[in-house]
């Protein structure tokens, strides 16, 4: 939802309050109504300037590609989720779902995931729950694996002799 939208749903919120209570009460709800729409992510990974974050009210499905160093999921997700900068983590919060692809450099999971992960270092978290595959070059989980194909692989490039020397 934009900005306005969730402008709209506030003022309407408002008006069919004035409606049902007296108006103390009524202003009681409507500026915790405003704190849960503006609030600021959960604890655990808080997205700072230049970051994304999906909310945990938030539904989303398609194709995401994110272009940023770091990347907060709370929500529930179905599609594919690609970073394209080198070195960009994914955060998926506890309490969080996702069904389809992750690619990513660095990916730390603590909600409940189902598809298939390309990431070259994985953290699973003792919260989340995972089924699929993983494609990896380095991996630690504490949490559950149901039904999950491992695939290890080496995302450096072998060097091939040393830097701006020429063979003749």
């Given amino acids: 939802m934009g900005r306005v939208a969730l402008r709209i749903v506030a003022a309407c919120a408002w008006v069919s309050g004035l409606f049902k209570s007296k108006k103390t009460r009524f202003l009681k709800r409507d500026v915790s109504s405003i704190k849960s729409i503006f609030a ?6 808080i997205s700072g300037e230049g970051e994304s974050y999906l909310a945990d009210d938030c539904d989303f499905k398609g194709t995401v590609i994110h272009r940023g160093t770091r990347l907060v999921i709370s929500g529930s997700c179905a599609g594919e989720l690609r970073q394209t900068r080198r070195g960009a983590s994914l955060f ?21 995931f189902a598809g298939s992960i390309d990431a070259q270092a994985v953290v699973i978290g003792s919260s989340a729950t995972v089924q699929g595959e993983i494609v990896y070059e380095s991996l630690s989980f504490s949490g559950q694996l149901k039904g999950v194909l491992f695939k290890h692989k080496e995302y450096r490039r072998p060097s091939s002799g040393a830097k701006g020397v020429s063979r003749i």
Avoid: K, S, W
Wanted: glycine residues 12%; aromatic residues 0%; hydrophobic residues 35%.
């Fill in 40 to 45: 600021p992510p959960p604890a655990r990974h």
């Fill in 92 to 112: 998926v919060n506890d309490g969080a779902h996702i069904n389809g692809v992750l690619v990513t450099t660095n990916l730390e999971m603590d909600g409940q």
